[in-house]
């Protein structure tokens, strides 16, 4: 992986706690109970899940510590992420994982295998573009995880070609879907200003845009996935930071400067763009705040849990 790529890694990582707090209990709570119910209803069978844009695999460690698949016994689990290099380090978390919680693990063909306890998880990592992934895969899976994802795809498409390969009655879990707000504190004069050529950058060249929360409200119904729980699950970081946070804090800072910066290249002479000067100064004032430990930030997002007609 290239350094670009070590320092997104580094990122998701510091991510985790602050996914953890933020993820919609009752949301989660109705997922678990839809999966209880298909676990009595298809006895023996085992649960086949598909987990998109799955990173380190955070979710799906997250999914199996927090008890949400407890009522199954045996899981197969994909994870599929476009990054190159990103299957090894999701390996390495896993196995770290795996010892720290008591699970065994063993190399198959093509991932791992996990057993605790008379539970197994079959894990295979599959490194494409999602919809190449959904071209191939079987129509045979019970749930789709679109963890913090959607807003950088067309949404329609994407949520189109996710539930295409769901079972009758499989369900659809979209955690931490950004949802249109981006806050810093202290504020600062450029707020609007920059925050807004922030939310413009999300728009347009395939992206679903700043509010995709909202949107997945209408379209999963329109493209026959009722939702069936839904709820904010807002990133809050505020001071004192630890370590995890001010790297999490400094990446967030990063991923403005780049859109935004990318951005003000681009739009030179328009009325309503930022012009670097105005930009590097807003940047300066943050990143100031972070190192005197007194930045905060907040960022709206939704968790969706909806369930095929």
């Known amino acids: 992986m290239t350094s670009h790529d070590d320092r997104f890694v580094h990122y998701l990582r510091a991510k985790e706690s602050v996914d953890d707090r933020a993820l919609h209990r009752p949301t989660l709570a109705s997922l678990e109970d839809r999966l209880e119910a298909r676990a009595e209803s298809r006895s ?4 086949r899940v598909v987990s998109v844009g799955a990173g380190t695999g955070a979710m799906c ?3 199996l510590s927090w008890g949400v ?6 899981i197969k689990y994909v994870l599929v992420d476009r990054t190159r290099g990103m299957a090894d380090n999701a390996a390495a978390a896993f196995a770290e994982w795996a010892r720290a919680a008591g699970w065994t693990a063993e190399p198959t063909s093509n991932g791992f295998r996990i057993d605790r306890h008379g539970r197994s998880v079959s894990l295979t990592y599959v490194t494409s573009d999602i919809f190449e992934a959904m071209a191939v895969l079987p129509k045979a899976i019970d749930l789709v995880v679109a963890h913090a994802v959607l807003d950088v795809l067309p949404l329609r498409r994407a949520v189109a070609a ?29 707020d609007d200003a920059v925050l807004g050529a922030y939310h413009e950058t999300m728009r347009g060249d395939d992206r ?3 509010d995709t929360g909202t949107d997945l409200l209408t379209a999963l119904p329109d493209l026959g996935a009722p939702v069936v729980a839904a709820g904010g699950s807002d990133w809050v970081v505020h001071p004192p930071h630890d370590d995890e946070a ?22 030179v002479g328009e009325a309503d763009a930022v012009d670097r000067e105005t930009l590097d100064g807003w940047l300066r ?12 930030y907040v960022a709206h997002n939704l968790d969706v849990l909806a369930e095929l007609d």
Not at 44 to 47: A, R
Not at 162 to 189: E, K, M, Q, V
Request: aromatic share 8%; hydrophobic share 40%.
């Open 44 to 47: 023996g069978e085992p649960l």
């Open 61 to 63: 460690r997250r999914l």
């Open 69 to 74: 698949f407890d009522a199954h016994d045996e």
């Open 162 to 190: 996710l539930l295409s390969r769901l079972t009758d009655d499989g369900l659809f879990y979209a955690p931490i879907t950004f949802d249109g707000r981006t806050a810093f504190r202290p504020s600062h004069p450029a």
């Open 208 to 210: 679903a845009g700043p």
């Open 246 to 267: 001010r790297l999490f804090l400094d990446r967030i800072l990063g991923f403005v400067e780049e859109s935004v910066g990318e951005a003000v290249g681009e739009a």
């Open 285 to 296: 004032a943050r990143h100031d705040a972070l190192a005197g430990d007194e930045l905060a």
